[in-house]
């Protein structure tokens, strides 16, 4: 998947709506490549992994749609906080995933994907502080954060013994 902050202009406010379309599309694509992944791999463990990811996305998704749907709520959504991450898409190759994959390689695709939506989220509440779609953007990008550092407790526990 490709990077997503080059698609949004730095310190640009886009319109409720154009915001809202531009996330709505990042999600699917998401969903999409999680789907993609899903079908190819044949390791259970990592068609999990894939899986709970893949259902996260549309669960953001539908959220976005229904913002766009109902309007923009700006209240309510005060206590959605990033949650700090191990930044382990660094130490992590970015490779396409392939058939043979398991649950590790699924966890550093995951991973990946993840930091992507962070990003681009990041990117998102920069260009649009005090602006009534804010806070929206704010809870995704809290709810991705927490799903990276999940993704990323899962593979420390997982692959990264002291031994």
């Keep these: 998947m490709k990077r997503v ?4 202009e730095e310190g640009v406010c886009y319109t409720v709506e154009a915001a809202l379309e531009m996330a709505i599309q990042m999600e ?3 969903f999409r490549s999680y789907l ?7 390791d259970r463990a990592a068609k999990m ?10 669960k ?5 749609e229904l913002a766009l749907l109902e309007g ?6 005060g206590l959605a906080r990033e949650v700090p991450t191990m930044n382990l898409d660094y130490m992590l190759e970015q490779t396409e995933i392939s058939q043979d994959a398991d649950a590790r390689e699924a966890l550093a695709y995951s991973i990946h994907l993840e930091k992507n939506a962070i990003e681009f989220y990041k990117c998102l509440v920069n260009g649009c502080e005090g602006a009534p779609m804010a806070p929206v953007f704010k809870k995704l990008l809290a709810d991705e954060s927490k799903h990276l550092r999940e ?11 002291e031994n």
């Design 5 to 8: 902050c080059p698609t949004i």
């Design 28 to 30: 699917e694509e998401g």
């Design 36 to 42: 993609f992944a899903v079908r190819l791999v044949k």
């Design 49 to 58: 992994i894939l899986k709970d990811a893949a259902i996260d996305e549309l």
């Design 60 to 64: 953001h998704k539908q959220e976005l």
């Design 72 to 77: 923009v709520d700006a209240g309510g959504e």
């Design 151 to 161: 993704l990323e407790d899962m593979y420390e526990r997982h692959f990264m013994t």
